[in-house]
């Protein structure tokens, strides 16, 4: 399976095969794309079908809405009173998304050109789904967040001004934006709705939002406000300029090794500090690490943070990235920082090869790879990897969490050499060399130190 695990998508149970006959035209829309074949079968059921003769008025511009349209099969025209809009559009295609989440007025009236059939879905009847398959409310999210990106669609969220999308890809719900009266420019990250329907997760949040707003360090985003807007909240951060460790990785650079022990630093700085305070970020990933342009990582993203006495994680708490999941997220079991730390060792591990450790055609193998597998070595993709950066790797991500560090303090130690276990050269030397000499002392000292480091590795595995 490619990095970015892809949910299975066909019409009917997992594994069918696809009937093309059978398959309505909508499930092949964008905007159900995230969701299981199970989870669609569901949404089936509470879809009402309609239809409309040609020329018969489907919405109207002005009315009340409280409804989207599927449109199955035949052609319509949506145009606005003012003539700025008029169009005509051919199924597969939604018509007055908007109303499900807003209750807004028709912004256009449409009506059918042909023979029209529809399925109806109004917004009690997606609450009904939503409550026994949370993720189905994640089609609310993509509907807001094309708004958002729309030069003439949502404008304001609270109190603040969008300005425009932030990103692609994993940012494509981060938006630029500004605050009116301080004309302070911010970021607003969109909750997915799925997770606002988790009973769990919506008794927790307020009180871990007032936790993670007092976080406060260099290498993490700075939370200013919290919005909620739109059925769902928003995360009001700083806005920052640079790019994603994500994007960087899936640009093919090839960070220096000063670099990879400085980003690893940073990070596991960044987490003592939301660990002292009570909280595990349970998230941690390329995806959620920002590279400014001055050089300094910033983790973001404490959106599933929980609290760190949480007892044990169950379903929807177990909330992560597959290809980071901790052997004790997996099974719900409880939480705390070293869980962070096993996703850090898997981080350096992709950003220092290129590629994630375990890799899988199916959800089930890719957990079991982390659940039973031994970690891989980095320097069979990267030879040149340092000791140092592969005994880190292989300690963070140990599957027995008594085996990994004790806490962030301890991995930065060992990153910055103060490691009482491994002996380490003190003494400073200025020598100089004839000719092609001094590379070659320079070679058999690394790999002196190299032995030195293995031999510190062996010792504390004994």
Not at 15 to 28: E, F, L, Y
Not at 281 to 306: C, E, M, Q, W, Y
Not at 409 to 427: H, I, M, N, Y
Request: some cysteine; charged content about 25%.
């Amino acid at each position: 399976m490619s990095k970015n695990l892809k949910r299975t998508r066909s019409f009917g149970e997992t594994g069918a095969p696809v009937d093309a006959a059978r398959t309505p035209a909508w499930v092949g829309l964008d905007l159900f794309s995230d969701l299981t074949p199970t989870e669609l079968e569901a949404l089936s059921g509470v879809l009402v079908t309609v239809r409309f003769a040609p020329g018969e008025i489907v919405v109207r511009e002005g009315e009340p809405g409280e409804a989207l349209y599927l449109i199955e099969r035949g052609r319509v025209r949506v145009w606005t009173a003012d003539g700025r809009f008029d169009r005509e559009l051919s199924a597969p295609e939604t018509i007055g998304e908007m109303a499900i989440i807003t209750h807004e007025a028709r912004s256009a009236t449409v009506a059918a050109v042909d023979q029209v059939k529809a399925f109806r879905l109004s917004r009690a009847r997606l609450d009904q789904v939503v409550q026994s398959h949370p993720q189905i409310a994640s089609i609310l999210t993509r509907l807001v967040g094309a708004r958002l990106r729309e030069i003439d669609g949502i404008r304001v969220v609270g109190k603040y001004r969008i300005v425009g999308p932030l990103g692609s890809g994993g940012m494509s719900d981060v938006f630029a934006a500004e605050h009116p009266v301080l004309q302070r420019p911010v970021a607003l990250k969109m909750l997915n709705h799925a997770l606002v329907y988790h009973p769990s997760f919506a008794q927790k949040f307020d009180r871990e939002a007032r936790l993670v707003a007092r976080l406060d360090h260099p290498n993490i985003v700075r939370v200013y406000d919290f919005e909620e807007a739109y059925g769902t909240r928003f995360i009001v951060m700083e806005r920052l300029d640079g790019e994603l460790l994500e994007d960087a990785i899936a640009g093919g650079t090839q960070f220096t090794w000063p670099a990879v022990r400085r980003l690893l630093v940073e990070m596991c700085q960044a987490l003592d500090h939301a660990h002292r305070r009570g909280l595990v970020h349970r998230d941690v990933k390329p995806l959620n690490i920002f590279l400014t342009r001055s050089g300094a990582a910033k983790l973001f993203d404490f959106g599933i943070a929980i609290a760190a006495d949480a007892s044990v994680c169950k379903g929807a708490d177990r909330l992560g990235t597959p290809y980071y999941m901790a052997p004790e997220q997996i099974r719900g079991e409880p939480l705390d920082a070293r869980t962070d730390l096993y996703a850090l060792g898997m981080t350096a591990y992709e950003a220092i090869t290129g590629r994630v450790p375990f890799d899988a055609p199916d959800l089930e193998s890719l957990v079991r790879r982390h659940l039973y597998e031994p970690m891989p070595d980095p320097r069979r993709y990267r030879p040149d990897t340092p000791s140092d950066l592969v005994a880190f790797i292989q300690r963070a991500c140990a599957k027995d969490p008594a085996d990994r560090f004790g806490d962030a303090q301890q991995a930065v130690a060992f990153l910055q050499g103060k490691r009482p276990d491994s002996p380490t050269l003190r003494e400073q030397l200025t020598v100089s060399f004839p000719g092609d000499l001094e590379k070659q002392v320079r070679a058999e000292i690394q790999r002196f130190q190299d032995r030195l480091a293995r031999l510190g590795a062996d010792l504390k595995a004994e």
